[in-house]
Every structure is written in structure tokens, then in C-alpha cells.
């Protein structure tokens, strides 16, 4: 049985796209924890407090808020790690 020629190595990612990966993820750390953190906040609130009057609007503001920067932070982090080398 005979084996083809080796596959060349795929080059590894440079500096500037570690960097942008990095910067990607903090900006998914920070903003989707913080609204992970404000969504149960306000999910305990609704539960405990008024019987979640005013709690659909928070959260639409929230996902709002929290998730237009997760997802920038998101395709930074793609398009660093999976864009054309």
C-alpha cells in the first residue's frame, strides 16, 4: 500500500490575528456576561418582585445592549480564526 505525498503544514495564525482574536473574545466575555448576569438579574426580579410588568422590555433592551456587541465581538473572533490566509 502506498502513502501520497505529505500534506504541507497550514501556516499558523500571524500576531495581528491573534490579537484580533483575543480582542473578539474579551469583547464576547464582557458583554455577553455582563447580560447574562443582568438577564438573571432581571428574571429574579420578575419572579420575586412586581410579576414581570416591565421585565420584557428589560430583557429586549438587554439582548439589545449586550447582544449587538457580542455578536461584533463574535465575527471578530470568526473572521480572525476562519478568514482567508
Given at each position: 500500500?502506498s502513502?501520497g505525498?505529505?500534506q504541507?503544514?497550514?501556516p499558523?495564525?500571524t ?9 473578539g ?8 456576561g455582563c447580560?447574562?448576569l443582568?438577564?438573571g438579574?432581571?428574571?429574579?426580579v420578575?419572579l ?6 416591565h421585565?420584557?422590555g428589560?430583557f ?5 445592549f ?8 463574535f465575527?471578530?473572533w470568526?473572521f ?6
Open positions: 500500500m502513502q505525498a505529505p504541507p503544514a497550514k499558523g495564525m500576531v495581528v490575528r491573534w490579537i484580533f482574536a483575543i480582542f473574545i474579551l469583547i464576547m466575555v464582557f458583554a455577553g447580560s447574562i443582568y438577564s438579574f432581571l428574571l429574579f420578575s420575586a418582585g412586581d410579576g414581570g410588568r421585565a420584557i428589560a429586549v433592551l438587554t439582548l439589545i449586550g447582544g449587538i456587541p457580542f455578536l461584533a465581538g465575527l471578530i470568526l480572525a480564526t476562519k478568514g482567508r490566509r
